[in-house]
């Protein structure tokens, strides 16, 4: 890595201000990563500019000095997008985190793109509104970095991804100058949809500095159930019933093993003493007394078929909250085991196929591992973690586990599928972008980010080579 | 108008077949023109391919021979985005019109660009689903259509564009090659999504021939309400108190000239003998009488801040549908006086204002003329209607209007809105789009055609020169 010279420090300090650039070991480290851990930082600097203009200043500078430029948000990402190991300037947005403007009638609100999501919903929530996008990282990951990553979640089912929730956005592109795209618009059918383009681009396009973001009117009290299934068909006939049925606020599952560790590992009771291959979590809107009749009599439909062996439906917000943490704390109890992550989607009425097509594969080809499967099931999206065992050294896990990757990948593409449903595309899953996304496509987006970014600067070398 | 060439004509009847290449006056009147009657019908021929294989073929042939081509479902646009008067070879989906692959778990279908709306909303309420997105002219427009228009209509409001329900779609490029992009996925971030570009294009980036598109479960038993309200402001007011108690399917809104002109033609009631400058157009479902209850006690509380002068609930099905009428019917019945057509928005908010301003300019500009204001409120989208006096000309009703558009889309602009919110532009918009957009952003858009059709030959002139 080589060290940033005096004349480019002090250019960009000409832009942001003495003290917002940093180049400590320290800073170079923190800014330089997401949570993967993969790709050693190694930054030039961090510049943590203040204002849209001052991002127009810095990229006029990296236009003029070939400097490459990372957008960083809450680096909570899992595909290393925000990762910065070759020498760039990181721009991170933290201090451009101001909520403005909210307008109660369009129910929209303007944020700094470094605007934190709980802080979001928690301005939401101060208002009778509701932020419904949430995932895991919503205490530390920013509006800006869920918008260029189109963040998913554990909500999307009922409410969608990120981008469902993006009324209008502001960019400095790779030329730096300022695109102000849709203006928080309900209907606007006046040419391209570029926000759309921006959202989910990694970075590539240009430095995402504010969005107009909507907001929901909140959910009704609502019930958890934990149902135990029989087998990943079962699980499918019950997403069908209970959707053809009611409108579901989510609809999760994970595996055997999955409740053994997160049970184990966290202090949690197992929701009831059946065992089953798989689990599935549904949440519910507790509406009337109507829809939990509802809800109740279809858990009796599925017990009669067959497909559900037992179950437990909250009787109080805490046991709700207790009941969602054996779904939410599986990622963070097998940390431990620096699991290596696929996060994998086909249509839904294909999974249980698909799963079982890998499932045969990675058996076969870690037979000594333990395979922890969970996710977002009631939108065809598949987290799949591989566990290291203790003994084996970290390099050699790696190695083996990237060539299963490929026939992984192989399968995902017979099944039509995305290698990367939620996760994003960085670094981490370039090389397998082939497989989710044809030649043609993949030089199409090359050619548009060169539309956008026409020097290369805008976070080079993630999602694909130039 | 320049006839085809014999050696043109025969090398489109290899693509298509003998039967399927139309050159006769009827069929390049009626495929040549869509609802605007502004430019004349002039394409050079009509083509009917059956096939994707045959849409390549088209695609191939125009680029040899430099060939325009203008993608063509129902052609009811409003904006003039399918009308070939430059000689163009009109490409007609009619014939891919299958609908096939439905998955009930996905709650997703396959269907050919060609595929009409009603037939996918029959379809779907075959199977007890629901394809939400309606509008009137829903029994002759075609899916493919839809998509490159990002069609709305009336029940936006709960359901969103066109855009909300397309899980996939399949484009032929300027080049002749095939894109499937998305292919049903809920959840897939592996790289731009292109999809969401296609869609609102109005055809100027390739020809759509097939498209996933998504069901949803049936909305219950609907009640609507129509209420009269004493202003613009009290509009917003009504519209606010119901939305942060329930979900809405629908908040419409009308002027008292276009219920006196809609009563006058149609032969339908008034709904009660209050008279009012503005009245609402609510749907809601009827889950339960709790529900109801609801819907009546914001009724009372509007009623009681004034907002709301009169009202009336409907209490059976055809109740309903005749209730509906009242707003559906306004645009057929004011076609008698050639109205000319403003389809602009702004955020919801700013509607009182916005109107205010846009009312003072045209009263002043038209002091003469009926102005029959309507539109889907809920979505800050209004349409602005002036009639024709009967004895004014044709050419002077359409000089003295489209001086007065200028002075509409300057408040546009300075509310930020749309000059085409949901009609696309077309030619008929295409002089107004800066109004709307940033001379950087038509840059953008001319460059991304560029990327998807590098001859220029699709669909050239609509929404910008090239």
Redesign the interface.
């Known amino acids: 890595m080589n060290a940033a010279s005096p004349e480019v420090l002090s250019a960009l300090r000409a832009c942001v201000g003495e003290d917002r650039v940093l180049v400590d070991a320290g800073a170079l480290e923190h800014y330089g990563r997401d949570w993967t851990r993969v790709h050693p930082a190694a930054p030039l600097a961090v510049v943590l500019p203040g204002s849209v203009g001052e991002v127009q200043a810095l990229v006029r500078l990296a236009l003029e000095r070939q400097l490459a430029l990372v957008p960083s948000g809450g680096r909570t990402g899992l595909s290393g997008g925000a990762v910065a190991c070759q020498g760039e300037v990181v721009v991170a947005l933290d201090r451009i985190n101001q909520i403005t403007d909210f307008?109660?009638?369009?129910?929209?609100v303007r944020c700094g793109a470094g605007v934190v999501t709980a802080q979001l919903q928690a301005f939401a929530q101060e208002r009778?509104l509701f932020y419904p996008v949430d995932f895991a990282s919503s205490g530390s990951s920013q509006i800006g970095g869920n918008i260029a990553?189109?963040a998913?979640g554990i909500k999307?089912i009922r409410h969608g991804?990120t981008?469902?929730w993006v009324a209008g956005l502001k960019l400095v592109?790779g030329t730096g100058?300022l695109?102000?795209?849709n203006?928080?618009?309900?209907?606007?059918?006046?040419?391209?949809?570029?926000r759309?383009?921006v959202?989910?681009?990694e970075g590539t396009l240009g430095i995402i500095v504010e969005a107009t973001m909507r907001l929901a009117?909140p959910p009704q009290d609502l019930a958890v159930l934990v149902l135990a299934v029989a087998d990943m068909a079962a699980v499918?006939r019950v997403?069908?019933a209970y959707?053809?049925?009611?409108?579901l606020q989510a609809f999760e599952f994970f595996s055997e093993l999955a409740l053994q560790k997160v049970v184990a590992h966290q202090g949690l009771q197992r929701p009831f003493d059946t065992v089953a291959p798989f689990y599935a979590l549904l949440e519910v809107e507790r509406?009337?007394a109507?829809d939990m009749e509802q809800a109740m009599a279809l858990f009796e439909h599925c017990a009669e078929q067959g497909w559900v062996l037992d179950g437990v439906v909250s009787q109080s917000v805490a046991q709700a909250q207790a009941l969602w943490r054996l779904r939410e704390d599986i990622s963070e109890t097998i940390s431990r085991w620096t699991p290596y992550k696929n996060d994998i989607?086909?249509?839904?009425?294909r999974v249980p196929d698909f799963l079982a097509e890998i499932e045969a594969v990675v058996n076969e080809a870690y037979p000594d591992f333990e395979i922890v499967w969970f996710g977002?099931i009631g939108?065809?999206?598949v987290h799949l973690n591989v566990l290291k065992p203790d003994a084996l050294p970290m390099a050699e896990f790696q190695q083996r586990c990237s060539e299963v990757s490929r026939w992984v990948f192989e399968i995902v593409q017979r099944y039509?599928?995305?290698?990367?449903?939620?996760?994003?595309?960085g670094l981490l899953?370039k090389a397998y972008?082939h497989y989710?996304?044809?030649p043609?496509?993949?030089q199409?987006?090359r050619?548009?980010k060169q539309?956008?970014d026409p020097a290369g600067i805008m976070n080079p070398g993630k999602?694909?080579d130039a």
Chains 1, 2 share one sequence.
């Open positions: 307008n109660p009638v369009d129910r929209t009778e990553t189109n998913g999307v991804m981008r469902d592109t100058e695109l102000d795209l203006r928080g618009l309900v209907k606007n059918n006046a040419g391209y949809d570029l759309q383009l959202v989910g681009a009117r499918m997403l069908e959707q053809s049925a009611m409108d509406g009337s109507a989607s086909t249509t839904i009425a977002h939108d065809g999206n039509e599928g995305s290698i990367s449903a939620e996760h994003g595309v899953k972008l989710s996304r044809s043609l496509e993949i199409i987006m050619q548009i539309v956008f999602i694909f």
